[in-house]
């Protein structure tokens, strides 16, 4: 097995481990490797267990009813996947989940994690708390995608980026993955972003992102 910085996943943050080898040796879990662009988990595939990506990155991607794909968000390593689910009476994956490169997953059974729970508070602490930060982070999703116009959800997302003091921003997706997370075409995003910069609100170099105009970009919003 190879060396996972437990400290770094969110899930794992608060577990007092004195040997960390030693406890991934005793951990009951298997571990499964995937290639660039395999899709590692279907929408609609039973939770059973918690899925631990410990390498790499994937993307997760919603089929709406109509048959369009949404993109969620891209998950980087340590992360668990959909978490909550593994308690989820309906405990199915909600999306697609697809690896951007090589990645690594460990499985680890409800069982164990249930035992994890019991022997050590810090870890059902911090599974919680994990859970309770991800129901705000689709909160803040369904926010986006309640937005009708493409500006409006372009903004929303720019001032969700950006930090208070800081209106200069790197924006890790390219122009389709971003069409993928808003759910709209690809050259009516460009269209609204070319639009953007030409009415001075927004700069773009390459994946830099800044905002010139906040109270026009905020307007965007109504």
């Given amino acids: ?20 080898g030693a406890f991934l040796e005793d951990l009951k879990c298997s571990i499964k490797t995937y290639a660039k662009n395999e899709l590692i988990l279907r929408q609609g595939d039973v939770c059973d267990a918690l899925y631990m990506l410990t390498l790499g990155s994937v993307k997760t ?14 998950i980087k390593a340590p992360r668990p996947l959909a978490p909550a689910f593994v308690f989820s009476d309906n405990n199915r994956f ?9 990645v690594e997953i460990m499985k680890i059974p409800k069982a164990e994690i249930m035992r994890l729970m019991m022997t050590n508070p810090d870890f059902m602490s911090s599974f919680m708390t994990h859970n309770a930060n991800r129901t705000q982070f689709l909160t803040n999703r369904l926010q986006l ?3 009708k116009t493409i500006k409006g959800k372009v903004a929303h997302f720019l001032l969700e980026n ?3 003091d800081n209106k200069t921003f790197i ?12 759910g709209v075409a690809r050259p009516s ?12 609100i ?3 170099n390459k994946k830099e992102y800044r905002i010139l105009n906040s109270k026009k970009l905020r307007e965007l919003l109504i």
């Fill in 202 to 204: 927004i700069s773009i």
């Fill in 61 to 74: 991607e919603m089929i709406t009813d109509n048959g369009n794909i949404l993109g969620i968000e891209i």
């Fill in 94 to 102: 909600p999306v697609d989940v697809t690896a951007l490169e090589e």
């Fill in 1 to 20: 097995m190879k060396t996972v910085d437990l400290s770094a996943c969110p899930v794992c943050s608060k577990l007092k481990i004195d040997d960390e």
């Fill in 145 to 147: 995608l309640s937005i």
């Fill in 162 to 164: 950006s930090a208070v």
């Fill in 171 to 182: 924006i890790n997706r390219n122009q389709t993955e971003l069409a993928d997370f808003f």
């Fill in 189 to 200: 995003l460009a269209r609204c972003l070319s639009e953007m910069v030409q009415d001075g």
